[in-house]
């Protein structure tokens, strides 16, 4: 696994001795995870909800129960501006 | 002979308020004392809730949970209390909104004394990986709580509030309750919103109480229990009445014993599971030695959710809009956010995800055709009691391995609890019962004719 190529994806930064450690780490733990290959699932479907709930639709209709001012949506920004939040440029 | 009001379950609280024996003032007043004594040994809250005080003299004591201290898990929303998920991702941010389960227990009267420490982001089973530091066990401070809802029940334990909520994800609620000797009840998937609980795998986190008895387990389930319009995954279901009466008549209820989790066991745990066995026949219920598909697999299954899932909500911290950035973030969330990536990642995606998520498939069929033969299922909280503080560390799936006979029931979405059922060297030990789906209730009765037939729940760390 190239661990910094993962790092870069996951938008996180590496310490060199993390790659290393992480490296050795993953391994470890993928090596321990394979044991559910001895199991045939060829003819099993995909569980992604487990009971069993398919399609949940709510009315296209506003909440004003959940929706915050502005002012408190902003209150946990370290930086803002004019009523928006501050982010950095990305085009130069 | 007159006792402390922070020793109080919630039922024996309740009569003394209701009665003007004290107030509820007096109530918070007392839990606020003893953290004041002891939590700078223990260690379980991040957070107080300042303003407690106040609140408590305005509670109406004659709602459910009137004037009753709770502790919150520091992963739940808490409106104007900081709230962290002990990370220092989040060292900052200040709730605008009430998580569901919170807004239940407010509407319900219960009064937010604290927000209690945990694995930060709830990744691990130690507690030990909070970016506060860690909790011990009450028990002995040489030990670790368990976790990752370890402050919640070493609050519990220490009497430091009369009750608190969890969240668990595999184990997370069942297994500190079980090295702390308080009740811990995790509801099936779905049955409590997790609106406002900071995600970690979304397809299994189910918040619950922990607990200093069944009795109130069941009342503080059925008041955060229901649908929520602001979580769709919660369940239309209607909730039992859970309320359970003194009494309990239940008996002859099937109850499988599985062979392949007592192989897991270390050698004194296991007597301690047959011994509570024993227990549930001597009450007129049937043990029924049944096979499960080994919990070594789940494992496996759980590991490549978890880190998927993982990867996924923990995308989203930023640091622009709330708390601070992503080199912020420790080994441990990087460890987990890296792995799930590379298990979601383009041609690895049907290896580890997919196959993980069919497996899920083949051992929730295998609990199905299991109860069908048997009501309820022995199903242990952890392999052993609580581990030395520093056990953790350097052991990238610590949490996984400890976890491992609440992974199946997990990863499910099954129904289980944890009660004290035993010490070992003067360490507790949980006895734990495992249901269908939506079958809270069944569960609540079993454990309370177990509690009512043992004192396990009665004994109290010295501190």
Avoid at chain 1, 72 to 92: K, P, T
Avoid at chain 2, 45 to 60: I, W
Avoid at chain 2, 216 to 237: C, E, M, N, R, Y
Avoid at chain 2, 238 to 267: A, D, F, H, S, W
Wanted: net charge neutral.
């Amino acid at each position: 696994m190239d661990v910094r190529h993962i790092a870069r994806l996951a938008n996180l930064t590496l310490t060199d001795a993390e790659s290393r450690k992480f490296t050795s780490q993953f391994s470890d733990t993928l090596s321990t995870i394979d044991v559910i290959n001895e199991l045939d699932t060829s003819d099993t479907p995909i569980t992604y909800q487990v009971t069993g709930l398919t399609n949940c639709f709510r009315e296209d209709k506003i909440d004003t129960g959940r929706i915050l001012t502005q002012q408190a949506a902003l209150s946990n920004s370290a930086s803002i501006h004019n009523g928006y939040f501050m982010v950095s440029a990305i085009f130069e | 002979m007159n006792r402390n009001l922070h020793s109080f379950s919630i039922s024996e609280a309740r009569e003394g308020l209701k009665s003007g024996k004290f107030s509820s003032r007096e109530l918070l007043k007392s839990c606020l004392d003893r953290i004041m004594q002891l939590d700078t040994k223990i260690h379980a809250f991040v957070s107080l809730n300042e303003k407690a005080l106040d609140e408590a003299d305005s509670v109406d004591i004659n709602k459910p949970l009137g004037g009753i201290p709770i502790a919150i898990k520091d992963n739940f929303l808490t409106h104007n209390i900081r709230t962290t998920a002990s990370s220092k991702v989040l060292d900052t941010y200040i709730p605008q909104y009430d998580s569901t389960v919170v807004k239940n227990l407010k509407n319900a009267g219960a009064v937010i004394i604290g927000k209690t420490n945990m694995d930060s982001w709830a990744h691990g089973s130690s507690t030990e990986t909070s970016d506060y530091g860690p909790t011990l066990n009450p028990w002995n401070t040489r030990h670790l709580p368990g976790g990752s809802s370890g402050g919640s029940a070493a609050a519990v334990a220490a009497d430091m509030c009369l009750a608190a909520i969890g969240s668990e994800t595999a184990g997370s609620v069942r297994q500190p309750s079980a090295w702390c000797s308080v009740t811990g009840f995790k509801p099936t998937y779905g049955r409590v919103s997790r609106y406002g609980v900071i995600a970690m795998a979304s397809s299994t986190d189910s918040p619950g109480p922990i607990t200093k008895n069944v009795e109130d387990a069941a009342l503080i389930t059925g008041v955060i229990a229901g649908k929520d319009p602001f979580d769709a995954t919660t369940s239309s279901q209607p909730v039992p009445n859970l309320l359970i009466p003194k009494k309990i008549k239940q008996t002859g209820l099937r109850i499988g014993l599985p062979k392949e989790y007592l192989e897991v066991l270390e050698p004194a745990s296991r007597q301690v599971i047959l011994n509570a066995a024993k227990k549930m026949e001597d009450l007129g219920h049937r043990i029924i030695e049944i096979s499960l598909i080994h919990p070594k697999y789940s494992i496996g299954v759980y590991t490549i959710v978890q880190r998927s899932e993982v990867s996924s909500n923990l995308s989203r911290y930023d640091g622009i809009r709330y708390g601070n950035n992503r080199s912020f973030f420790n080994q441990e969330a990087k460890r987990r956010i890296m792995l799930g990536t590379f298990a979601l990642s383009s041609g690895y995606y049907d290896h580890y995800y997919a196959k993980a998520q069919k497996v899920r498939t083949l051992i929730m069929r295998d609990f199905e055709k299991a109860f069908s033969r048997v009501d309820l299922i022995i199903d242990p909280p952890s392999p052993g009691p609580a581990l030395k503080v520093g056990a953790s560390l350097n052991a990238p799936m610590f949490g996984e391995m400890q976890d491992i006979l609440v992974e199946p029931s997990s990863i499910s979405g099954l129904p289980g609890i944890s009660v004290p059922g035993g010490f070992i060297d003067q360490l507790p030990l949980g006895f734990g019962l495992i249901g269908p789906q939506f079958h809270e209730d069944r569960i609540l009765e079993a454990a309370l004719q177990y509690q009512s037939a043992t004192n396990w729940h009665e004994q109290k760390p010295i501190l």
